[in-house]
């Protein structure tokens, strides 16, 4: 069974910056794709970043694509997965949890599948 390990979270001011990291067992990292996800409080789950294994091509969500400060990547050998993001928000407070993925079309879907669940995320909370 896989495994999941989000870190790197925390309290940042707004327009602070945060590095967050998904180690990810081999089972997970083999998957095709590797996606954050992010739950704010009294919100579902939703899709933020996606990355395909083979050769790195990355995708975002709508409400990201238009900000250049945030970025995913991934290390295959390490079996690690990060996301950059620069620039905070309040609105990006939130739970970050890291997972395979599958992509149906443009829509991008959890696949924990592969960890056996989720991992415990990790917060980000970004003050105004």
């Known amino acids: 069974q896989g495994r999941l390990v989000e870190s790197g979270g925390g309290l940042v001011q707004a327009g602070g910056s945060v590095r967050l990291s998904c180690e990810a067992s081999?089972?997970?990292?083999?998957?095709?794709?590797m996606a954050w996800f992010r739950q704010a409080p009294g919100s579902l789950r939703e899709f933020v970043a996606g990355?395909?294994?083979?050769?790195?091509?990355?995708?975002?969500a709508d409400y990201v694509k238009g900000r250049s400060n945030i970025s995913i990547s991934r290390n295959n050998d390490r079996g690690t997965l990060y996301l950059q993001m620069n620039s905070l928000k309040p609105e990006d407070t939130a739970v970050y949890y890291c997972?395979?993925?599958?992509?149906?079309?443009?829509?991008?879907?959890?696949?924990?599948?592969?960890?056996?669940?989720w991992g415990q995320g990790t917060q980000v909370t970004v003050s105004s």
């Open positions: 997972n395979s993925a599958i992509k149906a079309g443009s829509t991008w879907y959890a696949n924990p599948s592969l960890a056996g669940g």
């Open positions: 081999v089972q997970t990292f083999s998957g095709t794709y």
């Open positions: 990355i395909r294994r083979m050769d790195r091509k990355t995708e975002y």
